[in-house]
């Protein structure tokens, strides 16, 4: 059954939300490394049937938008490639795992950090532990930069998400993230024209990425806040 839940990018303005989507906070968690290494539920925000989210990150109702975009004559052109993530990832191969990466849709989570880092896990999967954090840290990847696959059945390891929306809050660098949309939500661009529908991706919200509409990390160079209470 085809996906009802869809987000439109709008020119130069926000992303209409449709489909009745859940909506909530999400919050990075750092451990004991120092690095970000689970993900925390944050508050949710009412149902609703549509809604429009701010993409220039000055709204004064943040995450939805109040038009501030006109005001600032905020330029949300379309930078990013329409291709398949396939075609934009290269490949790493380990004994047991192998690794797409596609660092142009990277969001800086930094997840992908912890134990030495997922490429040398991947590299290592042979031990059944760095095999178990080569998943996990490629699992967290929001933006889905990161996807192992398992080399033995050829299929991609994927976090199990219903269809949903984020919004990320990164308390160990204390800046508010992006949007982060999950379980196969249809993206369309203001052209008409729909990037690869996928379980994970994370769109710009603090309006400073380099490769809209996808985030970059512009976010921690903005120092981007949208008044979260986790941050302070």
Known sequence: ?????????????PYLVSGNVLLAKELSIAGKSGEPEKWK???KYPKQESCALCRCGNSNNKPFCDRT?????????????KEAYLKQAEKL?????????AQELCSAGRFCHLAGGTWSNVEKSGNPK????????????????LVVW?????????????????????TQAKVSGPIWLKGGIELESADGKKYETRNRCTVCRCGNSGNKPFCDG????CEFDDGDESLK
Do not use: W, Y
């Open 1 to 13: 059954m085809k996906n009802s839940k869809k987000v439109c990018i709008t020119k130069n303005g």
């Open 41 to 43: 539920k944050g508050n």
């Open 69 to 81: 975009h006109a005001k600032i004559n905020f330029n949300g052109t379309e930078t990013a490639s």
């Open 93 to 101: 191969s380990g004994p047991k795992l192998e690794l797409t990466d």
């Open 130 to 145: 760095s095999k178990k954090i080569a998943i996990q840290t490629a699992c967290n990847c929001p933006s889905g930069r």
């Open 150 to 170: 398992d080399k033995k059945t050829g299929k991609p390891i994927e976090p199990k998400f219903k269809s949903s929306i984020s919004l990320i809050e990164d």
């Open 218 to 221: 512009s976010h921690i160079d």
